[in-house]
């Protein structure tokens, strides 16, 4: 089946540790995005990048890091510098200028 | 900038009744307008999408949505609601030139009253 695959689903960090979460797609787009939910904030852009090895930030880009070095893959660093990291993180995929398609998140804790 | 406002944190319902779901936009240029519903703990579904065209455009599970360049908006309606259609709401535009950036709303919690 198609679709966009995030793990893990939950993920503790510690303070002080950098983590990764995973996003694979094989649906064959271009497009892949990260987004942060926090409740009652909605979806904020973290990056987002429009094809392989290129991506730009978004609007909360601070204290993470990503890399495209796969049409299928885009993984997101939350670094040591990302004071607040607690939320639900949200990877998408879509073709130029349709809809999106979302994998179903991973929820990260700082403990 | 681009933006997105739901002015409703939550939207309550009886069963059975219509439902709206109110989202405005502001963009520069010709919006492309989604909708996504948001089970929890889960990612975000596609319900329906305008791009161009009618201004009625039908979606998932019953759901419609009128566009209306005057007043920038694209609300999401159904004619009956269901228990099941509580969720949390989500609007998003996008505009098809440039970054080509998904802008979304803060979203809108639905609860339908049995």
């Known amino acids: 089946d198609g679709g966009i695959t995030q793990s893990p689903k939950y993920l503790f960090r510690k303070e002080g540790q950098n983590v990764t979460l995973s996003c694979e797609q094989n649906l064959n787009h271009d497009a892949m995005y990260w987004y942060r939910q926090d409740p009652g904030q909605g979806l904020r852009l973290i990056y987002y990048s429009q094809i392989v090895n290129d991506f730009q930030k978004g609007d909360i880009a601070e204290g993470y890091s990503v890399s495209r070095e796969k049409k299928e893959s885009f993984p997101l660093t939350v670094t040591s510098a990302q004071k607040n990291p607690t939320a639900f993180y949200l990877c998408?995929?879509?073709?130029?200028?349709?809809?999106?398609?979302f994998g179903q998140g991973t929820r990260l804790t700082v403990v | 900038a681009q933006s997105v406002a739901q002015p409703e944190d939550q939207v309550n319902v009886a069963e059975g009744n219509p439902l709206t779901v109110k989202c405005t936009y502001s963009?520069?240029?010709?919006?492309?307008l989604f909708w996504y519903v948001q089970y929890p703990n889960r990612g975000l579904q596609f319900l329906l999408k305008y791009i161009t065209g009618d201004n009625l455009v039908k979606g998932s599970y019953g759901f419609e949505a009128e566009f209306n360049k005057s007043q920038t908006s694209f609300h999401l309606k159904k004619p009956s609601a269901l228990v099941s259609d509580s969720a949390l709401y989500f609007c998003a535009v996008r505009v098809p030139r440039g970054d080509d950036k998904i802008i979304f709303g803060k979203g809108t919690r639905l609860h339908i009253l049995p």
């Open positions: 963009v520069s240029g010709n919006p492309y």
């Open positions: 998408a995929s879509s073709i130029r200028y349709t809809e999106a398609f």
